[in-house]
């Protein structure tokens, strides 16, 4: 019999799909990271409570052998997390390997995932994105991230707790500018669903002075692209705005965008010329 990976509902309960009610019917034990939450779950869809495993962060290597005991005797085990798809910075990733290394069928039950629906909503682009999850707490890991991260081209989507959210987004400010733009989503699918805009300068200055609660998704705008420009182009299209009667600030900005160089460097040849 199959593993079978159930993607659970991340605020609201309504979102459950049939199917997973369906395949949570069908289990003969469940895996989750919390009795009392999945109970209620359970409760709620109209699913008569079966066997229940926990499988946290911190036991899913224990529990390794049990789940494929249990495969090996026939039974249907599903997975689930508090919120969620398993497996994405959640419990679920170790269980999989071992299921599959072990030969049994891994099935998905797909459902909301709140790093696509914080994308989706950001107003960054979607087209190329990646997923880092959480940050290294750890200086070492998390200076060399930070690193890779302000180099992303990609919108890049990380989770954060709600009493780490200042930090990660004072540090990334100081990683990738306090220009990069950012959206950080708050509640997703909840009564009181937020979602803030704007650049990271500013995100610093509203965290500051508050701890949201409910987990949150910041949802990073990629690295511009490299300055391929020469100089002398800079400078001739600066000088044509110039001369049209554009202030060097609007000069800049028209020649940052046409040329797709930093709005920095083209301002810093205005100013050159006009002095």
Known sequence: MPLV??????????????RAVAALAAADAICCEDTRRTGR??????????PLVIVND???????????????????????TDAGMP?????????????????????????????????VASGLPTGRYAFEGFLARKASG?????????????TTVLYEAPH???????????????????????ELTKLHEEMWRGSLAEACAWAADKEPRG?????????????????????????????AGDSPRDAAAEVAASLGVAKRRAYEVATRLRT
């Open 215 to 243: 987990e949150l998704v910041i949802v990073l705008a990629g690295a511009p692209a490299p300055d391929v420009a020469e100089d002398d182009d800079i400078t001739s299209a600066v000088q044509a705005r110039l001369d």
């Open 164 to 186: 780490r959210l200042a930090r990660t987004l004072s540090d990334l400010s100081v990683a990738c500018g306090p220009d990069r733009r950012v959206t950080v989503a708050r």
């Open 87 to 119: 497996g994405i910075s959640d419990p679920g990733e170790r269980l999989v390997r071992a299921a599959v290394d072990a030969g049994y069928t891994v099935e998905v039950v797909p459902g909301p995932s709140a790093a696509i629906t914080a994308l």
């Open 58 to 80: 911190h036991t899913e290597v224990r529990a390794i052998a049990g789940v494929i005991e249990r495969l090996a005797l026939g039974e249907r085990v599903a997975v689930v």
């Open 5 to 18: 990976l159930v993607g659970t509902p991340i605020g609201n309960l309504s979102d459950l799909s049939p």
């Open 41 to 50: 779950l359970l409760q709620h869809a109209g699913v008569e409570r079966r």
């Open 142 to 154: 998390r200076t060399a991230r930070l690193a890779e991260l302000a180099a992303e081209r990609r």
